[in-house]
């Protein structure tokens, strides 16, 4: 699949539905390690870009130094679900931290987002770390056939 739009549509339907995906890095030693979080996505010249807001724990932040690579995975007993794989970059700029605060107030895609003021008193606060996920991969699969969609970045 060459477009991202043949599957954007049930990229979001499900994204919106599930809302929490389990995030997976690995240590240096190649051992894996989940954490339930919500991402939120956008479109940016016709292909997906994911944001997270999150604390930069100790464990998260040494994985994502020796392997920026990531995956994001949702699902629901409906079968259905969508793994995204990424390389996430730290963000420190106050704009983007900014523009990625309404993305969340706004919701992205609609019914991903939360309010950030739950967690942090603003853009600004130190505790607040922003990725930048940028994906090379993504799966949609259908939970009612099991009819599975991919696209890869530059195919």
Known sequence: MTKFSEIQDAFEAYIGDIVYATMTTVDKKNRPRAR??????????????????TYKTP?????????????????????NAVNVDTVAE????????????????KTSPRGAGYNLGNFWTGPADPKLHVLRLEPWRVQVIRGTDLRSQIWKKGE
Request: net charge negative; charged share 25%.
């Open 36 to 53: 339930v979080l919500i991402p939120i996505w956008e479109m940016v010249d016709d292909e997906p870009l994911g944001w997270l807001a």
């Open 59 to 79: 464990v998260k932040a040494a994985h994502l130094a020796n392997n920026p690579h990531t995956t994001f995975s949702y699902w629901t007993p409906r079968q």
């Open 90 to 105: 730290w963000v420190t700029d106050i704009e983007v931290k900014r523009r990625v605060w309404d993305l969340y107030r």
